[in-house]
């Protein structure tokens, strides 16, 4: 199982998946991050507060866009190095979020990959940031 | 449920919390997040690896950063704005991580908190980075 080579990368190259923060999600997330407020958990404490209903775990979506990073670009075998999150609007129960990331710069002396990494639902940005990833050389 | 108002925080502030990366744990975000990469679940694939044995998904650790934010410091209320996390070192399946948050700015005209957010195990540095929540003020 071996994902792409530092050989195989350019500036521009994306990959994108969809991907439901549903019920089921948000509470797989709450008991594995230890994270259970009630914003993410009770109808009627979310509906009461400033969001106005339920919404996913900022990092869930997080979750979603390594899943991306190290499934398909630059995929298996490849080093996380540093992440970036900018939490802009909130995700809902059941939205479809869709992350996607987009090669933005190479590093030929070191092999890192530098990505943008954008998760919109229906269109909009709900997470944005930046990736840098250490992606294998190929074998001589 | 109310976490701490901008107005009970101060710099130099402190948080913590352990967590154990354990099998079930690394099991569960694989099965939320869709990254069922074999470094994190298939020992043989793994120690023939550069890891020489399975690791921790990274955004796991970044699980427990966001659970340790939303629960206890601010807590409950805060809204997450931007996170940072930089995967330093490898997590081993089963090790203790200790993540701590620690207050470094506080901007009273935004209700803006900026926190340096370090996870370690054994007294080393795993994931590092930087934590902006808004935190609600206290109501008249």
Same mark, same amino acid.
């Given at each position: ?16 998946? @969809?991907? %439901? ?26 509906? %009461?507060?400033?969001? /106005?209903?339920? #919404? ?5 979506? /997080? ?7 190290? /499934? ?25 979020? @869709?992350?996607? #990331? ?7 002396? !070191? ?5 943008? !990494? ?6 909009? @940005? #709900? #997470? ?13």
């Amino acid at each position: 199982m071996q994902g792409l080579y530092f050989e195989d990368l350019s500036i521009g190259q994306t990959a994108e998946m @969809t991907r %439901a923060a549903d019920d089921a999600a948000i509470r797989a997330f709450a008991a594995v991050s230890g994270d259970d407020n009630p914003l993410h958990l009770d109808d009627a404490y979310a509906a %009461a507060s400033s969001f /106005g209903g339920r #919404v996913a775990h900022g990092m869930l979506i /997080g979750a979603y866009v390594s899943a991306l990073i190290a /499934g398909r670009l630059p995929g298996p075998g490849s080093v996380y190095l540093r992440q970036t999150l900018r939490f802009r609007r909130p995700v809902r129960v059941g939205d479809e979020v @869709t992350a996607r #990331v987009t090669i933005s710069a190479l590093d030929a002396a !070191t092999g890192h990959v530098t990505m943008r !990494t954008l998760c919109t639902v229906r269109g909009k @940005t #709900v #997470v944005d940031g930046e990736a840098v990833i250490m992606a294998p050389r190929r074998p001589a």
